[in-house]
Structures are given as C-alpha cells and as structure tokens.
C-alpha cells in the first residue's frame, strides 16, 4: 500500500509505492544530527514528486554524493537522492514528514555517518 508524505507549507508532496516502514535510520553525520531526520529508503522507482518541483532545492556537502532535498520555502527537509552502494538510485524519505508513521513505534537503527 503506498503512502504519502510532504514539507510543513504542503508545496512538496510526494507518493512512496510501499508499506510504512517499521524501521528507520538514524546517522550521526554533522548534517543529519542537526535536522534530526529518521530515514527509510526506497528504490527511486517506487518514489514519486507530486508536487513542487520547483520548490525543492538541494544541498550537498563533503563528498558530494547525497543530494538533501529542502523546501525552498519552509526549510523542511524531505528526502535525499543518491546512489546506494549496490548501485541503485535511492531516495531517503524523511519520515518525520510522513504522517501516518508512529514515529514511537520505529525499530530506529543508528548509522555512524560521523566516521565516513
């Protein structure tokens, strides 16, 4: 079944073809412990931007391999695009952004983004 999510304002909106997840990621990298993100990832194939393109823009820092995908104008963070290490375009959905998700309920898996 899939789910939805979106920015604060509502100008990103985006469909995931999957269940809610039970699981997130946690990282500890100096980008991901300041916005607090929980992550669950998905083939780029099951991800789709309804809405706001043109809202999004992306930030990149220290290898430059993961796009972090912002609302232009609340700020919100809703998802990374990347190439995971199997080779497959991936999309890092923020799930605080995904209202249907218990976020007490998440097994949350801690990532040391901090050593990389």
Do not use: W
Not at 2 to 13: L, P, T, W
Not at 26 to 39: A, E, P, T, Y
Not at 57 to 64: E, L, P, S
Not at 73 to 86: K, N, Q, R
């Amino acid at each position: 079944m899939a789910f939805q999510g979106s920015c604060h304002c509502g100008a990103v909106k985006f469909t995931v073809d999957a269940d809610l997840p039970k699981q997130a990621m946690s990282c500890n990298c100096s980008i991901c412990r300041r916005k607090g993100v929980l992550m669950a990832f998905f083939p780029v194939a099951k991800f789709k931007l309804d809405q706001g393109e043109g809202a999004l823009a992306a930030y990149k820092f220290n290898k430059h391999r993961i796009a972090h995908q912002f609302c232009k104008t609340c700020g919100i963070h809703v998802f990374g695009a990347a190439i995971s290490p199997d080779g497959t375009n991936t999309r890092a959905i923020n799930l605080r952004c995904v209202p249907e998700v218990d976020l007490d309920a998440l097994t949350v898996q801690q990532f040391d983004g901090a050593k990389l």
